[in-house]
Each structure stands twice: as C-alpha cells, then as structure tokens.
Nanobody, 123 residues
Framework: QVQLVESGGGLVQAGGSLRLSCAAS????????MGWFRRAPGKERDSVAA????????NYADSVKGRFTISRDNAKNTVYLQMNSLKPEDTALYYC????????????????WGQGTQVTVSS
C-alpha cells in the first residue's frame, strides 16, 4: 500500500499557473503508475492525466491537453501536475492516485488515493 499526499493547490486568476505535487510514502513511487483526477462541486470525478511507472508514457484528458503536464521524480517519490492557462472550469478538488499497472484514465483502475488539494480559478 502506498500513502499519497497532495499539495500546491490554491487560488489563481484565469490564465495563471499552478504546480501540484503528490508525495508518496510506504512504497517507492517507481512501483506505481500515477494519475491525477479532479472533482468539481456537484459533478462526477473527472480524469486529468496519468504517467507510467518509468515516466516515459503520459496520457491526458482532452480538456487539459496542451495546458497541463504530468511528470514524476522517482528519486523524490513525487509526481507533479503543472497547470498552465488555467480556466474557471478547472476549479475542482484535485486528487492523485496510484495503481500497479498501466497509466490509464479510468478511476476504478486506481487502488490508492490522496485526500485532495483544492484549486480555485477566478475570472
């Protein structure tokens, strides 16, 4: 089992940037594919991005492609989500999650979840 803690959320104006971090403990980060998901008030959980165990493969939801970048530093047991050109519709609670296999964008594939970090984008 891996424990995940997100950080880096906050309030930002539309067009601005934030970088989220997800720190893993309990197991080495390299043992897991990692994903970022988000949930806005009153809406279903939505996929954002995922990255393979090695960091060589990434997948993005169409809504964030070209604006967000997922990366990882296995030596630091940390995965990142760089968010640029933020829009009000990006406002949500952002979660990181881990699974043992492939970096898909299917929430049910992920076994471990963090508590989330809030991102609020003002217009």
């Amino acid at each position: 089992q891996v424990q995940l803690v997100e950080s880096g959320g906050g309030l930002v104006q539309a067009g601005g940037s934030l970088r989220l971090s997800c720190a893993a403990s309990g197991r080495t980060a390299s043992s897991y594919a990692m994903g970022w998901f988000r949930r806005a008030p009153g809406k279903e959980r939505d996929s954002v991005a995922a990255i393979s165990r090695s960091g060589k493969t990434t997948n993005y939801a169409d809504s964030v492609k070209g604006r967000f970048t997922i990366s990882r530093d296995n030596a630091k047991n940390t995965v990142y989500l760089q968010m640029n050109s933020l829009k009000p519709e990006d406002t949500a609670l952002y979660y990181c999650a881990a699974q043992r296999t492939l970096p898909d964008l299917i929430p049910i594939s992920y076994n471990s979840w963090g508590q989330g970090t809030q991102v609020t984008v003002s217009s």
